[in-house]
């Protein structure tokens, strides 16, 4: 057993310990509309699965509109690039079918080149260098790749109108990256052109550097958007390979190659999401805006989604993933797209598309047999809990 399929196997203790939420449902549910549609999304040349997928976002970016899918390091064939999956697919999809993408956009290094891309940030050092190694080693499928766990589509403040992509890595050094598409002929890029280094603080990531940031939404003000850090403390003082206790939901600028965050909305914020707590481990794995004062984030530990409400700095459970009587993705996903042996469903990407559905993905955990996502529609989801002001 190798070290990495060793510290998944630990991975698996540790969740099934915690796997069982125990937050009340706040939301009458509507059983009688509600639907969840699954897919099995393919590559574009429908042959090749769609693995690790680690986060979507439903938006348009110039022509195309539709669904923007990555997948982090174990991706394989799949890592290092952006797929997209256009929405007269989605419209056409059947459920318990295959989903076959529109296409696949690399990654591609910066055109200045990567000494001056280095010196316009900084001067480098080793973050940016390993950031280099993973790009390069995207095109010989060898070597270390990007760990890609968040995609939006949103704007800068140095380019305030220009939609751009917006990813983040996590696997050593957090970074957001800013692409953006060019295109030639018939083939397209996502080409770097800016990033900014998230610094975790001192003592608040596990050995693996694998806990940072997870999750990113554009707040819709050019250079303002929501992140989430997965963890921040170790679940367990004798486990420190992956902290799976106190995640951050932040408010940030993306400025000066920095992440910057707004300390005082996002500790607000934070300090209401960790009273939501109620198992051994509590963590973040996506987020997505919904409207003008909503933030949608998941809980891929405690199977649980919250919606954080901006203005009053507050962030309330919403749908409770494994309820029997309603969503029940463990009995829903038990045999899909294959049979699984975790007690848990490890949705690690969710977003929502102009009808109100809602899109999920899970990213299957290493001791899983398989590395095949399914793609989660939810039809009429339950109605949200009312901002506080509106109560």
């Avoid at 993408?101 to 010196?119: N, R």
């Avoid at 939006?152 to 598409?181: K, W």
């Avoid at 939404?217 to 921040?232: D, I, K, N, Q, Y």
Wanted: hydrophobic fraction near 40%; include cysteine.
């Amino acid at each position: 057993m190798n070290q990495e399929h060793f510290s998944y196997l630990l991975l698996f203790l540790v969740m099934l310990a915690g796997a069982a939420p125990g937050v009340a449902q706040t939301t009458t549910t509507r059983a009688s509309t509600l639907r969840m549609d699954l897919y099995r999304p393919k590559m574009p040349d429908g042959q090749r699965d769609i693995e690790q997928g680690s986060d979507l976002h439903y938006g348009r970016l110039g022509r195309r509109e539709g669904l923007w899918l990555v997948c982090d390091r174990n991706g394989g064939p799949c890592a290092n690039q952006v797929i997209f999956i256009s929405k007269s697919t989605l419209a056409a999809a059947r459920p318990g079918e295959m989903m076959v993408a529109t296409e696949s956009i690399p990654l591609a290094a910066p055109t200045e080149g990567w000494a001056a891309f280095t010196q316009r940030h900084g001067g480098g050092g080793d973050a940016m260098a390993e950031l280099r190694r993973q790009f390069e080693n995207g095109p010989r499928g060898e070597g270390p790749l990007l760990d890609l766990e968040a995609i939006t589509i949103g704007r800068s403040a140095t380019a305030p109108q220009d939609n751009r992509l917006f990813l983040t890595t996590e696997q050593p050094n957090s970074f957001v990256l800013e692409c953006v598409m060019t295109e030639s002929g018939a083939s397209a890029r996502a080409v770097l052109t800016a990033c900014y280094a998230y610094d975790e603080k001192e003592g608040t990531r596990g050995d693996d550097s694998n806990d940072g940031l997870e999750g990113i939404a554009w707040s819709g003000r050019p250079g303002e958007f929501f992140l989430v850090e997965e963890g921040t403390r170790a679940h367990d003082p004798s486990w420190t390979l992956l902290f799976f206790q106190r995640p951050r939901l932040m408010r940030c600028t993306l400025r000066d190659d920095r992440v910057i965050i707004d300390e005082a909305w996002s500790n607000a914020a934070t300090q209401s999401l960790w009273a939501l707590q109620t198992g051994k481990t509590h963590t973040l794995n996506s987020a997505a805006r919904l409207d003008e004062r909503t933030v949608l984030v998941a809980d891929r530990n405690g199977g649980w989604l919250y919606v954080a409400d901006v203005p009053s700095q507050t962030v309330r459970p919403w749908l409770n993933l494994y309820d029997k009587a309603s969503l029940d993705l463990r009995t829903r996903l038990a045999e899909f797209p294959a049979p699984r042996r975790m007690p848990y469903v490890s949705i690690e990407g969710i977003t929502q598309d102009p009808a109100g559905h809602l899109w999920l993905i899970d990213d299957p955990a290493m001791p899983e047999a398989f590395r095949a996502s399914c793609l989660i529609r939810m039809v009429h989801p339950p109605a949200r809990p009312a901002p506080p002001t509106a109560q």
